[in-house]
Structures are given as C-alpha cells and as structure tokens.
C-alpha cells in the first residue's frame, strides 16, 4: 500500500493545470536532452523560446508587460514540477523568479516595457551578478564599480559563478557608484551585447552542470543612466527586500529534488536482488528511507506555510532563511541517504539520484550560505 499524495491546500485547479502543463514541457522538451546539455554546460536558446511559447517564463509579470499575469503561486508550481522531473539544467528560477522581479519592481515604465516581453518570451535571457571572486554572502564587500561619465556609467570589474553567464541578454549588476558599505551599490541593466563585456569559459562545476555558470568581466563598459534600476545608492535594500522570494524558490527546488530521490530509491530497493530478495526486505532499508520520507514531508509542510505568507505578503526574512535552512540540509542529507541505498550506481551521473545528489551541495551555499541564514535567523530571535 503506497502512502497518500499530499496535496497542498494552496493549489486549486487553475494552477493543478499550470503544474500539469509545466510537468509535461519539462519531461517532453528538457528531460530526453538534460545529458547533451550537461556536455555543453548550458541548454539551447531554443529550449527558452520554447519555454516562452509554453507560457512558463514570467506567470507571475502582468500580461501587459508580456507575462502571464498570475501570482507567485504559478512561478512555485513550476519550480515545483521542474525539479520533480529531475531537470537542474534550465536556471528558470533565476530569469523569471528573479531577474523579471527586480525589472518589474524597481524599473520605470520604459525599462519595464523595453525588458519584460522579452524575458517573458525567451528571446532574452536574464543574469543577476552579484557574486565577485573577492566576495561572497558580505554583499558590502563588492567592489565592481560604475563610474558616472556623463549620461553613461563606465563599469568596471568582475562576476563570478553567473548562472546564465554565457547567454544572458540582460545582467542586472550590482555595481559600486558611491563610497564603501551598502549605501554605495546601485543596480543596473547591462545589455548582453555591450561592448567591454567579456565572458569567461564554462565553469566545470560537481553538480548542476547543465546550468550556464560563467565569469563576467567589464572593462570600460559603458551603460546608459537609463539603465539605472531604482536609484543610485539603493541597491542593498532592493537586494535584501528580494531575497526572501529568492531563498523560497531555492527551498521548493530542494524538497522536490528530495522527494523524487525518495522515489527513485525506494522504487531501486523494491527492484534490485540482494541476499535471497530485494534490499526492501531488509529492515534497514525500510527504516532509512521511511525516516526520509518522513522528513521530506515535514520540510514539505514547512514549505508550503511558506508559500502560503509569500502570497499574502507576509513571508519575512528570518522565516525564508529558515525553510532555505533546513530545505537545503535536508535535501543534502536524504539525497546522501538514497546514494547509499542505489550503492555503486548512485555513484554513476547515468542516475538521477547521483545529479541530485551533486547538485545539492551547492545549495547550501548560493542564495546565502546556510551559516548566514542561521545568522539572519538567530537576530530574529
């Protein structure tokens, strides 16, 4: 007897359809190609319009600006079903959940109109750099700075583990234009096309591989004033005011992933013939996974309240930190747990539960390592 699907209270038909469409695009179009990508550390730019197509990219940006004019419910249920098919190559959350908000909450109307449809289409591909090699989670640290010549800022420095570095039409940067702190970053919309900006190589990742993650180098990059996003000086509270919508997306990607390991382990157990029957027969197997499946539906709860403040407005910062936390150290663990249960095919990138497990690692880290969010959480208190 299978245990009951849970069903989050949050999700009514309209979105059970947008899951439905989402699954079907990602185990159609991304899952047979998720090895060629892999090779090429990056997905075709074919594979975004395709996206766009679907209506996936941007549910939740206004249908005058080219979205879907949903809510962040419609981004959750396809992040939901993106990693419930195993797919970490297609960094939806970055573009849509991320880049497009930055755009529609802090642009003018010109940058709205100018940016959005094309994010919503995937003709454009969105980047946000704000990671240097010099500077990690102390964001008052970068040093990549935008000198006001004019009616244009000259950047100058560099970005690393850009995801969608190498495709990226738009790069929001996080740029010094004042003195040292947070008060002297501003934003800025830098075209993928700007001369000045180089690319570096694919960063030859553990996990994540078919993710587009490169370094960025400006030198003497000239960007329109027009392209200031918000104003100048206030990109620190625009960075924080995002960041809970950012460490939520990351969480529903770590459960989901910890749920399909579950899955897949418990389906290897029940198959594979060890000592006169299956590794399911023996108890320890059956108690190692029963505890993962019980903790994957916990965080699962967790999550889902999470959710459920995010779209009433009511998710805060210590509260998204947590469910980052503990989503992503639960991922870590339970997808450890699932290698040991396939033994040396969990090794083999071949399987699923070896990318899961590869490509957990890092989320302990990105979107804030998971020791600042104890920190974040522990001022709360």
């Given at each position: 007897m299978s245990m009951p699907t849970?069903?989050?209270?949050?999700?009514?038909?309209?979105?059970?359809?947008?899951?439905?469409?989402?699954?079907s695009f990602f185990e159609r179009v991304v899952v047979p190609n998720i090895a060629r990508f892999?090779?090429?550390?990056?997905?075709?730019?074919?594979?975004?319009?395709?996206?766009?197509?679907?209506?996936?990219?941007?549910?939740?940006?206004?249908e005058e600006y080219g979205g879907g004019g949903g809510t962040f419910l419609h981004e959750a249920v396809v992040l939901w079903e993106q990693s419930r098919v195993g797919d970490d190559t297609i960094a939806y959350a970055i573009h849509s959940t991320i880049v497009a908000?930055?755009?529609?909450?802090?642009?003018?109307?010109?940058?709205?109109?100018?940016?959005?449809?094309?994010l919503a289409s995937g003709e454009c591909i969105g980047a946000v750099a704000m990671t240097e090699p010099g500077t990690?989670?102390?964001?008052?640290?970068?040093?990549?700075?935008?000198?006001?010549?004019?009616?244009?800022?000259?950047?100058?420095?560099?970005?690393?583990?850009?995801?969608?570095?190498?495709?990226?039409?738009?790069?929001?940067?996080?740029?010094?234009?004042?003195?040292?702190?947070?008060?002297?970053?501003?934003?800025?919309?830098?075209d993928g096309d700007a001369p000045g900006l180089t690319r570096g190589a694919p960063l030859d990742k553990m996990g994540q591989r078919g993710q587009d993650t490169r370094e960025l180098f400006f030198d003497d990059v000239r960007v329109p004033v027009g392209n200031l996003l918000g104003e100048e000086g206030s990109a620190f509270g625009h960075l924080m005011a995002q960041l809970p919508q950012e460490r939520l997306a990351i969480a529903i990607g770590a459960v989901a992933q910890a749920e399909l390991a579950v899955e897949l382990a418990v389906a290897h157990a029940k198959e594979r013939e060890a000592f006169n029957g299956t590794l399911w027969d023996l108890q320890n197997t059956r108690f190692v996974l029963?505890?993962?499946?019980?903790?994957?539906?916990?965080?699962?709860?967790?999550?889902?309240?999470?959710?459920?403040?995010?779209?009433?407005?009511?998710?805060?910062?210590?509260?998204?930190?947590q469910i980052k936390l503990l989503a992503t150290d639960m991922l870590f663990t339970v997808a450890d747990r699932c290698v040991?249960?396939?033994?040396?095919?969990?090794?083999?990138?071949?399987?699923?539960?070896?990318?899961?497990?590869?490509g957990a690692r890092v989320q302990r880290i990105y979107g804030g390592a998971n020791e600042v969010m104890k920190e974040l959480i522990a001022r709360s208190m």
């Open positions: 849970y069903a989050p209270i949050w999700i009514d038909e309209e979105l059970g359809d947008v899951a439905a469409m989402a699954r892999e090779k090429q550390h990056q997905a075709d730019p074919e594979t975004w319009l395709e996206a766009g197509k679907a209506g996936l990219l941007c549910p939740s940006v206004p908000h930055y755009v529609l909450n802090y642009g003018t109307e010109e940058q709205r109109r100018r940016w959005l449809p094309a990690g989670s102390d964001l008052k640290r970068i040093a990549t700075s935008a000198r006001r010549d004019g009616d244009h800022y000259v950047l100058n420095g560099a970005k690393t583990f850009i995801t969608n570095g190498a495709l990226a039409g738009l790069i929001v940067a996080v740029v010094r234009t004042g003195g040292p702190g947070a008060r002297g970053l501003s934003l800025l919309l830098v029963a505890q993962c499946a019980t903790e994957v539906k916990a965080a699962r709860v967790f999550l889902d309240h999470c959710i459920a403040l995010h779209a009433r407005g009511e998710l805060d910062a210590a509260t998204a930190s040991q249960v396939f033994g040396g095919y969990g090794y083999i990138l071949e399987y699923p539960v070896a990318r899961i497990f590869a």
